[in-house]
């Protein structure tokens, strides 16, 4: 397994932007499909975006065209920078790490987590 650990998080008012950070523990994380969730109160945690190893992405529609995924795989770190957030992105954000498939949008695929980061957006 990688070990995983977002940073980033934080308080911000609607519209503003915030970027997450994930450093991997491994090298071996150039091959992996990384990916974010989040998981708001009394809510069941959510798929975000998705990355594979050479940059495909894919999004919920719920962040399309606000959120932009990517990764630095020389720095064994992926992003996800988020812009124009909303009050219903307020979440506990993880990360995730995936040895296995190309690329993927499913909780169970997903073998690696980190301890979350806190996303608050005030009204």
């Known amino acids: 397994q990688v070990q995983l650990v977002e940073s980033g998080g934080g308080l911000v008012q609607a519209g503003g932007s915030l970027r997450l950070s994930c450093v991997a523990s491994?090298?071996?994380?150039?091959?992996?499909?990384m990916g974010w969730f989040r998981q708001a109160p009394g809510k069941e945690r959510e798929f975000v975006a998705a990355?594979?190893?050479?940059?495909?992405?894919y999004y919920v529609d719920s962040v399309k065209g606000r959120f932009t995924i990517s990764r630095d795989n020389a720095k064994n770190t992926m992003y996800l920078q988020m812009n124009s957030l909303k009050p219903e992105d307020t979440a506990v954000y993880y990360c995730?790490?995936?040895?296995?498939?190309?690329?993927?949008?499913?909780?169970?695929?997903?073998?690696?987590w980190g301890q979350g980061t806190q996303v608050t957006v005030s009204s």
């Open positions: 491994r090298r071996a994380f150039s091959t992996y499909a």
């Open positions: 990355i594979s190893w050479l940059g495909t992405t």
């Open positions: 995730a790490a995936d040895r296995d498939s190309f690329i993927s949008t499913t909780e169970a695929d997903f073998n690696s």
